[in-house]
């Protein structure tokens, strides 16, 4: 058994070098590997995070300015319509109007035509009147004479 234990004591005394150049490693590792990694992957999720969200605000910055431009368009397109609906309306009364007008005009002239054909029908009718009293006298003066002669 003292043998076991000097062999152990023995392996825990060549052990130290070991184990001190193994701390040596890892504080090294530490000193220059981890913490600057772990600096690197902090600033890392920093710069990522911050532009993120510089995205994210850009992304919100467009999706207002689209809406906006929506609106403007839905606004323009309002007041297209609006002065579509406008002009067709001046249109339908400029219409109206004209032909109000040429009623109007139509209507002037079937008077005067009436008028016309009332001063006609009545001028003829004197005429015939006329004509008609010669007639008569055309015709009695035809009659008589040949009755006369009988």
Same mark, same amino acid.
């Given at each position: 058994?003292?043998?076991? =234990?000097?062999?152990?004591?023995? =392996? *825990?005394?060549? !052990?130290?070098?070991?184990?001190? @150049?193994?701390?040596?490693?890892?504080?090294?590792? $530490?000193?220059?590997?981890?913490?600057?990694?772990?600096?690197?992957?902090?600033?890392?999720?920093?710069?990522?995070?911050?532009?993120?969200?510089? *995205?994210?605000?850009? @992304?919100? =910055?467009?999706?207002?300015?689209?809406?906006?431009?929506?609106?403007?368009?839905?606004?323009?397109?309002?007041?297209?319509?609006?002065?579509?609906?406008?002009?067709?309306?001046?249109?339908?009364?400029?219409?109206? %109007?004209?032909?109000?007008?040429? %009623?109007?005009?139509?209507?002037? $002239? +079937?008077?005067?035509?009436?008028?016309? +054909?009332?001063?006609?029908?009545?001028?003829?009718?004197?005429?015939?009147?006329?004509? @008609?009293?010669?007639?008569?006298?055309?015709?009695?003066?035809?009659?008589?004479?040949?009755? !006369?002669?009988?």
């Amino acid at each position: 058994m003292d043998q076991l =234990l000097r062999q152990l004591g023995d =392996l *825990a005394l060549g !052990s130290v070098p070991t184990m001190v @150049i193994f701390l040596i490693l890892v504080g090294a590792y $530490r000193a220059l590997v981890d913490v600057p990694l772990r600096d690197t992957l902090a600033e890392r999720r920093r710069r990522t995070a911050g532009a993120v969200e510089k *995205a994210q605000a850009a @992304i919100a =910055l467009a999706d207002a300015k689209a809406q906006e431009y929506e609106a403007r368009l839905r606004g323009a397109r309002m007041e297209i319509m609006a002065r579509r609906e406008k002009q067709v309306q001046q249109w339908n009364q400029a219409r109206d %109007r004209a032909v109000a007008d040429a %009623r109007e005009v139509a209507q002037g $002239r +079937i008077k005067e035509a009436r008028l016309q +054909i009332e001063q006609q029908t009545a001028q003829v009718r004197t005429e015939l009147e006329a004509g @008609i009293d010669q007639l008569a006298a055309q015709v009695l003066a035809a009659i008589l004479p040949a009755r !006369s002669l009988q």
